[in-house]
């Protein structure tokens, strides 16, 4: 079901406001949006993953739902925070999974558009994820950035609207968080980023 931009931006007002009925109300609005950005995420994991689709679309919604100190804008802010909370799950789940398996090697992480196909290995996971720890300290817009077009599958227009930048910042600040993950996570460069994501 997919609803008008200003229909889901009413219900995250309300939703703001503290109207428990925009919760139920919300869902039906932006779920398959949501299960395409779990899809993306999910995509390459292995097979008999505990976690699927649409658990990770119900265990971020109620993340979403239940933040208290969120002013909702707009459906971008919305699904630009729920690439967030997607990002948050997935490694809290890796994190389970090599806790889990302990006592391998540790894997090298690449950081290229092939990496950026969907989630990898729980070893990637991880180490993107400190990497982005490392970057937010450095760049917390780069980071966020990376975080809504990697997890989020969002677009640079879109990335640029929650944001509140342009369209050609999003753009510089992709190539140079993508520079910098690269020789972060130990590779050497890597291809350009292409302007048409």
């Known amino acids: 079901m997919h609803a008008a931009r200003g229909d889901i931006t009413h219900l995250l007002v309300d939703l703001t406001g503290g109207d ?20 993306r995420q999910l995509r390459g994991e292995r097979a008999g993953h505990t976690l699927n689709t649409t658990a990770l679309v119900h265990e971020a919604y109620l993340k979403l739902v239940r933040q208290e100190d969120v002013t909702w804008q707009n459906r971008a802010h919305f699904f630009g925070i729920a690439a967030l909370a997607m990002r948050r799950i997935l ?6 999974r090599l806790a889990d398996k302990r006592g391998g090697g ?6 290229d558009e ?18 982005l720890t490392r970057l937010e300290i450095l760049s917390a817009r780069q980071s966020k950035v990376v975080t809504m077009r990697f997890f989020g599958g969002m677009t640079q227009e879109e990335i640029a609207e929650v944001l509140e930048v342009s369209v050609p910042t999003v753009r510089r600040d992709w190539r140079i968080a993508r520079a910098w993950l690269s020789r972060e996570l130990g590779t050497s460069g890597g291809e350009a980023p292409r302007d048409d994501a």
């Open 20 to 39: 428990e009925g925009a919760v139920d109300a919300l869902m039906p609005h932006v779920y398959e949006e949501m299960r395409a950005l779990a899809r």
């Open 91 to 96: 490694i809290n789940y890796a994190n389970k």
């Open 106 to 111: 540790e894997a090298v992480a690449t950081f």
């Open 114 to 131: 092939g990496f950026m196909g969907g989630a990898t290995r729980a070893e990637e996971l991880v180490a993107l994820d400190e990497a």
